[in-house]
């Protein structure tokens, strides 16, 4: 099995910054694609950015310029730089990878269990 841990939220200001760590671990071969999402009371879960392999990024568009994703393939880890945050911005981000425990195996997801983050004055 693949275990996702994922630690950094909490409750910020306006404007302030958080940084979100997952760390992967268990039996995994080789991870492709890592990624945060997140969900807010009320909305369908939706992809805040995620990261190849080889580095290549992808965030959608309310985060763009103020989010940073970033992953060290040495510790299994998958981060998330969040700055100049917004109330609505407020959500449990949850960290996703898409991996393989086996050499030729099949490439499955995985989930953590979610971080709450809340940007309130």
């Known amino acids: 099995q693949v275990q996702l841990v994922e630690s950094g939220g909490g409750l910020v200001q306006p404007g302030g910054s958080l940084r979100l760590s997952c760390a992967a671990s268990?039996?995994?071969?080789?991870?492709?694609?890592m990624g945060w999402y997140r969900q807010a009371p009320g909305k369908q879960r939706e992809l805040v950015a995620d990261i190849g392999s080889g580095g290549s990024t992808n965030s959608v568009d309310s985060v763009k310029g103020r989010f940073t994703i970033s992953r060290d393939n040495a510790k299994n880890t998958v981060y998330l730089q969040m700055n100049r945050l917004k109330p609505e911005d407020t959500a449990v981000y949850y960290c996703?990878?898409?991996?393989?425990?086996?050499?030729?195996?099949?490439?499955?997801?995985?989930w953590g269990q979610g971080t709450q983050v809340t940007v309130s004055s």
């Open positions: 996703s990878v898409r991996a393989t425990q086996i050499r030729g195996g099949p490439i499955s997801g995985y």
């Open positions: 268990g039996s995994i071969f080789s991870i492709y694609s």
